[in-house]
């Protein structure tokens, strides 16, 4: 991948993470009665969950990304580097003591440390966790010089993807997401059209439902994915788009709700980054992950970042990100 759009995508997570992380698991409404169509970074008192962050803080959603990113250009990608890079996240972060660790993940990695295998402490998983790890195995697939590319060179992206799920989050429901989220993000980043990206997504739900044969009565992603096809075009403003995502599919935790959010907003917003994370953040339900896994598509589609500098620099300074030096690890020299 090229250095412009692996950074793209990176500052796009970090800013999304940072933009909803206030308003998350607020309500659509009440986000736009407080805060009106959000286009600047909030305070952490304003949040109903993190008045005990920084401001500008980013989340479990950037760390755990760069933190796996780092750990799979080292050592490579499967479920125990996965569990082992979580549980070090974790210990070194104290994310748990500031509260910005998902329940699902939190579970299974305790019961990691109390020495149940990683392959099996996430059976039943299905929560956004694995979605939103899923940008790691991605850029670490490539950046180990694994190529996806179209339709039938998948399979290595595939099996990279459902390793950085499978210590948390392996389910149909949870796969089914994050592959699809996988399959996309990698074909945006190639250079695919906004049809060919969707198209990699409904292959990616499709592969990553079957790897389980669980039974959990969720709605599907797949489903879901083909229902926005149908109602996107119909979409005159952003609010119409975010009023459909919220009130009708939903915006909170399950993935099957986190992952139609991301595509919605990325058939609105296209290109435009900086619309996605805004979308994102003003959304409702898990502003954080979805501004910043919506971001992440589209800055891969844009092929850069394409956000507010300033905005980018205070995330990246408060945060001590050096998000550059892990894009040229990515990238290896590819501009």
């Known amino acids: 991948m090229r250095y412009e759009t692996v950074l793209g ?28 169509f959000v286009d600047r970074l909030i305070e ?32 490579g990608i499967d479920a125990d580097v996965t569990a082992r890079c979580l549980l070090s996240w974790v210990r070194e972060t104290k994310a748990d003591e500031r509260g ?50 179209t339709a039938g060179g998948e399979e290595g992206l595939a099996k990279a993807i459902i390793a950085s799920c499978t210590p948390t989050h392996y389910s149909s429901a949870a796969l089914e997401a994050a592959v699809a989220f996988g399959f996309a993000l990698d074909a945006a ?9 969707m198209e990699a997504a409904l292959r990616g739900a499709e592969v990553g439902a079957a790897e389980t044969e669980d039974d959990f009565p969720s709605p599907s992603s797949l489903s879901r994915l083909r229902l926005l096809l149908e109602q996107a075009p119909r979409w005159k403003c952003p609010q119409e788009a975010m009023a ?19 595509f919605g907003i990325f058939l609105h917003a296209g290109a435009d980054t900086w619309l996605a994370v805004r979308m994102g953040a003003s959304l ?25 500098r300033e905005i ?18 990515v990238a290896g020299g590819r501009t």
């Not at 305790?110 to 790890?133: D, H, K, Q, Y």
Request: proline share 5%; glycine share 14%.
């Open 44 to 75: 952490p008192a304003e949040s109903k969950l993190h008045k005990n962050l920084p401001f500008a803080s980013v989340t479990d959603d950037t760390e755990q990304v760069l933190w796996l990113l780092g750990r799979y250009l080292e050592e």
């Open 9 to 36: 995508m990176l500052e796009a997570i970090s800013v999304g993470d940072a933009l909803g992380m206030p308003t998350e698991f607020m309500g659509r409404k009440e986000i736009a009665r407080r805060f009106g």
């Open 189 to 197: 980043a190639a250079g695919a059209t906004m049809d060919e990206v």
């Open 244 to 262: 459909f995502l919220h009130d009708t599919l939903g915006s909170g935790l399950p993935s099957w709700e986190t992952c139609p959010a991301v």
């Open 312 to 329: 980018v620099t205070t995330v990246t300074e408060k945060n001590r990100l050096d998000l550059g030096a892990t894009a040229r690890k």
């Open 100 to 149: 910005y660790i998902g329940p699902t993940s939190l579970k299974a990695l305790a019961a990691i440390e109390a020495g149940v295998s990683p392959l099996a402490a996430g059976r039943g998983g299905n929560t956004c966790g694995g979605l939103m790890r899923t940008p790691a195995a991605v850029l670490g697939y490539a950046g180990r010089g694994g190529i996806a590319g």
């Open 284 to 308: 409702g339900g898990d502003t954080d992950t979805i501004a910043a896994m919506a971001g992440a598509l589209c800055a891969a589609f844009a092929g850069e970042g394409r956000l507010p």
